[in-house]
Structure formats: C-alpha cells, structure tokens
C-alpha cells in the first residue's frame, strides 16, 4: 500500500472501512464517495477528496486532480499524518475509560 499513489474507495455502502485508516497511516491520498461513516473520517479537500456515490463524472475529476497535483497529494499527505493521530488505539482506548468511570460515578 505505501507505494501506491492515491487510495480510490468508489463504495456504495460503508461501515467504517479501516482501509481509509491504513491509507492515511500510510500517508496516501484518498478520494471515496460520501457514504456511511467515510464522511467522518475524510474531511473533504483536506485529508482526501469525497465525491457523491454513482457520480463516476466526478470520481473521474477527484482522481485526475490528485494525479496532476503532486502539491495537493503532499498537502493530504500531511493531513492524513496529523489526522490519524485521532485514532490511535491507546487515546481511543483511554477516552472509553475515562467515559465509563465517569458513567459509574452517576
């Protein structure tokens, strides 16, 4: 994955799809439609590029910017490497923690 250029995920359902995850641990540019949780993960333009599901008009678009912007690609880069921060298993872990002790205090 590291070596690729740009992550497409052209899904028409979506849970939360750890391949985004492991796109932007991998400092890899996304473009994915706007389905189920994908829109809060991708923030549009700034750590990938989300296009409308059944829109290949637009998908087409999304793609050839990212390939011909090596600018853009950099300046996802960047973002996905700051943004995965918010995933880390150990904050995720210590937030539920922090929740649940809380939750019990009530």
């Known amino acids: 994955m590291r070596k690729s250029t740009l992550l497409v995920l052209p899904s028409l359902s979506e849970g939360f799809p750890n391949v985004i995850l492991e796109a932007m641990a991998c ?3 996304i473009v994915a439609t706007k389905v189920g949780g994908i829109p809060h993960i991708i923030k549009d333009g700034v750590n990938g590029l989300l296009v409308e599901p ?3 008009e637009a ?3 999304a793609i050839t910017l990212l390939l011909k ?3 853009l ?3 996802i880069r960047r973002n996905n490497e700051h943004e995965i921060e ?3 298993l150990n904050k995720i872990t210590d937030k539920i923690e922090r ?3 809380e939750a ?3």
């Open 27 to 29: 400092g890899i540019p």
């Open 99 to 101: 929740i649940l002790k």
């Open 73 to 75: 690609r950099e300046e």
């Open 86 to 88: 918010r995933y880390d």
């Open 54 to 56: 059944r829109d290949s």
């Open 104 to 106: 019990n205090k009530n």
């Open 59 to 61: 998908l087409a678009k």
């Open 69 to 71: 912007k090596p600018s």
